[in-house]
């Protein structure tokens, strides 16, 4: 995609997101789309957020699970960021028309005291970064069409990336800990999510590639 067209399509998705409005799929439009385009439309959508007043907090890690990579046909997590008005404690009311379609999945948020980066970090580089862990639940949205109206196409991996890895916002929990090595361990922390006290998903945080960190 060349920058003319990655500009359009971040602007199509943050007029989609302004006007409570789905656009069409980015990877309809631009059938040799690449994973590079999408994360290039990914970052100026947040450009253009950031250019409006908004500040980059964090970051979101999703497909992180074998079986969702192999639904989408990848072999590597999908990564979004997150803003600071995309940022909730737990309690808050969180109005419910800033999202078009959302979705709800639980999450273990690292919340770091040092600086994290390079290729060739490791989970114990993680754990020595992370001052505490702590639950929390991921809203997920689409600012872009899940199904096209007209060809009943389903969306791909370059529009979710496109459309920040999904990502809308995060409810931080209030049980925060350490992530003490030897005396909790990351991997056997399960989750439930319910509504209206009936279940509706369950899981176990080794499903995170083996384990969170």
């Not at 969306?155 to 049980?175: F, K, M, P, W």
């Amino acid at each position: 995609m060349s920058a003319a067209q990655i500009a359009d399509a971040a602007a199509r998705i943050d007029a989609a997101e302004r006007s409570l409005v789905p656009c069409r799929q980015i990877s309809l439009d631009h059938p040799a789309m690449t994973m590079a385009d999408a994360y290039a439309v990914q970052s100026a959508w947040m450009d253009l957020k950031m250019a409006a007043g908004r500040r980059c907090v964090g970051h979101k890690i999703g497909l992180t699970s074998k079986a969702m990579q192999r639904a989408v046909k990848i072999d590597e997590p999908d990564f979004g960021s997150l803003l600071d008005d995309m940022l909730y404690r737990e309690g808050s009311t969180i109005p419910y028309d800033r999202f078009l379609q959302l979705k709800i999945e639980a999450e273990l948020a690292f919340v770091l005291d040092k600086p994290l980066s390079g290729p060739d970090c490791s989970l114990f580089d993680v754990l020595d970064a992370t001052a505490y862990v702590t639950p929390a639940l991921e809203i997920l949205d689409a600012r872009i069409q899940r199904i096209d109206p007209e060809t009943g196409r389903a969306r791909t991996v370059l529009d979710t990336i496109s459309d920040n890895a999904a990502n809308a916002a995060l409810v931080l929990g209030g049980r925060a800990f350490k992530p003490d090595g030897f005396h909790v361990d990351l991997r056997r922390i399960g989750a439930v999510v319910s509504r209206n006290a009936e279940v509706e998903e369950t899981g176990l945080a080794a499903g995170v590639l083996g384990h969170p960190a």
